[in-house]
T-cell receptor, first 114, second 112 residues
C-alpha cells in the first residue's frame, strides 16, 4: 500500500519563476494538505483540499495556489518565487474532515530559490 | 504561525536513557499529535492523544496531556541511536477542519 508520494524531491528555481509541486495521497485518502517547513522551524499550514476545492487556507499570500484532481492527487503552485520561499514543502493526506488519527506525510520537496 | 513551543530545543542523551520532551500550546484543541522527522525529510506520525485523554502509551512512547496547563509531554524510554531525530508536537483545533499547527520541535541526539 503506497504512502504519500511527492515529486520532485529537489528543485532549484530562480527568483521570479513559477514552480509546481505534485502529491499523490495514500490509497483511500481523499484530503490533501500542504505545509511549508523553513530550515529549523516546524511545518506551517498552507492549505487543504477536499473534493477538488480549497477547504481551508493558512496565512500565505495568493502567490500560493493549488489544485486537487478527481483522483485526489494535488498540486501546489507558487508564482513569482522569492528567496524566502526556499523550504521543504510537505504534503499530508487524510480521510474526511476531522480524522481522529494521524496524518500520512510524504517525504517532501526541497525547493531552493536562487 | 506556530501554535506553541517544544522544550528543550535540543536534547543529547546516551543509548538506554530516557528522553522527555515537552510541548505547550495556546488554543483549545481536539487532539494533540507527536511526529518524528529524520534529517529534514517527511514526518512520521507517532501517537495521537485526544483532549479528553490524560495519558497514552505506544511501545516505548508515553504521552501525557494536561489541557488545564495547555501542555503535553513525550517520553521515550530506553532510547536507541535510531531514535535520533527531530520531534514535533502538533495540535488540531476544537472546531473547524483538522489542520495541524506545529511547534518548532525538539532535536534529539542519542549517542551509542
Amino acid at each position: 500500500d503506497a504512502g504519500v508520494t511527492q515529486s520532485p524531491t529537489h528543485l532549484i528555481k530562480t527568483r521570479g519563476q513559477q514552480v509546481t509541486l505534485r502529491c499523490s495521497p495514500k490509497s483511500g485518502h481523499d484530503t490533501v494538505s500542504w505545509y511549508q517547513q523553513a530550515l529549523g522551524q516546524g511545518p506551517q499550514f498552507i492549505f487543504q483540499y477536499y473534493e477538488e476545492e480549497e477547504r481551508q487556507r493558512g496565512n500565505f499570500p495568493d502567490r500560493f495556489s493549488g489544485h486537487q484532481y478527481p483522483n485526489y492527487s494535488s498540486e501546489l503552485n507558487v508564482n513569482a518565487l522569492l528567496l524566502g520561499d526556499s523550504a521543504l514543502y510537505l504534503c499530508a493526506s487524510s480521510f474526511g474532515g476531522r480524522p481522529n488519527y494521524g496524518y500520512t506525510f510524504g517525504s517532501g520537496t526541497r525547493l531552493t530559490v536562487v | 504561525s506556530q501554535q506553541g513551543e517544544e522544550d528543550p530545543q535540543a536534547l543529547s542523551i546516551q543509548e538506554g536513557e530516557n528522553a522527555t520532551m515537552n510541548c505547550s500550546y495556546k488554543t483549545s484543541i481536539n487532539n494533540l499529535q507527536w511526529y518524528r522527522q529524520n534529517s529534514g525529510r517527511g514526518l512520521v506520525h507517532l501517537i495521537l492523544i485526544r483532549s479528553n485523554e490524560r495519558e497514552k502509551h505506544s511501545g516505548r512512547l508515553r504521552v501525557t496531556l494536561d489541557t488545564s496547563k495547555k501542555s503535553s509531554s513525550l517520553l521515550i524510554t530506553a532510547s536507541r541511536a535510531a531514535d535520533t531525530a527531530s520531534y514535533f508536537c502538533a495540535t488540531t483545533p476544537n472546531s473547524g477542519y483538522s489542520t495541524l499547527t506545529f511547534g518548532k520541535g525538539t532535536m534529539l541526539l542519542v549517542s551509542p
